[in-house]
């Protein structure tokens, strides 16, 4: 099971609309466009396994930087959100995309999907293999699920405990609390909720080598940043962030 470090937080909608108000509508948060250029680079990996034919879901808007990435690619997603703060701004942007406002684990689609992304949003759920549960029943029957989380093997944590900046990999930084993480993952511990849900994992991946944190890396260039997401030849267990997909069965 996946690491629970802060049992206290209990997401709910007015919990999210606090959180999106105080980092996605705070101007003051200085890695955000970091944030937003690594998650840009993953697309590539993951238009291996959707095409612009399929029905699309997105959970969490966030920032907003994957939805027009997807439709450059011809791939026009639905979202479903669970802060009213996000809806607001998914709308204004993205008028031509259905947007649901609810709580992922009350959301019941209308018809199914072939593939549900769920990009750096499990590490923020209450409790994620039943709502994996839940997810896989809004997919056809061999629709897929592609999640991206944060590694807690990532080198840049390895680095932190050879340091003593950390006791263990998995533990929480200040950082994982501004940006409101409820875990992080071993990419062992990621497909075995996905196996516990059910559903069979087909690939794993992984994105940006990473050796220092945000705070060190805020004057590196554009150009530096996307040559550290492509990292084919680096195993995604030492990657900052990695990635499954896994198909209902």
């Not at 699920?145 to 680095?159: D, F, K, T, Y």
């Not at 087909?202 to 944190?213: D, M, R, S, V």
Request: proline share 5%; charged share 25%.
């Amino acid at each position: 099971m996946s690491n629970k470090k802060r049992k206290d937080t209990k997401v709910t909608a007015e919990y999210l609309d606090n959180f999106a108000k105080d980092y996605y509508n705070n101007d003051d948060v200085p890695d955000r466009h970091l944030e937003n250029l690594v998650q840009i680079q993953v697309i590539p990996k993951v238009m291996k396994y959707i095409h612009k034919n399929m029905r699309v879901l997105e959970m969490g808007f966030g920032d907003g930087v994957i939805t027009p990435a997807l439709e450059e690619v011809g791939v026009v997603t639905d979202i479903v959100e669970g802060s009213s703060v996000l809806v607001e701004r998914a709308k204004a942007k993205h008028p031509k995309h259905r947007i649901f406002h609810s709580m992922f684990e009350e959301f019941r689609p209308a018809q199914p999907y072939d593939a549900v992304l769920c990009f750096h949003v499990l590490e923020h759920v209450q409790d994620v293999p039943p709502l994996l549960n839940i997810v896989k029943n809004w997919l056809k029957k061999d629709g897929l699920i592609i999640g991206i989380v944060p590694n807690a093997e990532s080198i840049h944590r390895q680095l932190a405990v050879a340091m003593g900046l950390q006791k263990k990999i998995d533990d929480l930084s200040a950082r994982d609390a501004i940006v409101g993480h409820l875990r992080v993952y071993t990419l062992e511990e990621f497909k075995r909720d996905f196996e516990q849900a059910g559903m069979k994992v087909e690939a794993e991946f992984g994105n940006f080598l990473k050796t220092l944190p945000n705070s060190m890396m805020l004057d590196y260039s554009d150009e530096l940043l996307k040559a550290l997401c492509n990292t084919d030849l680096v195993p995604p267990k030492l990657l900052a962030n990695i990635g499954v997909v896994a198909r209902r069965t």
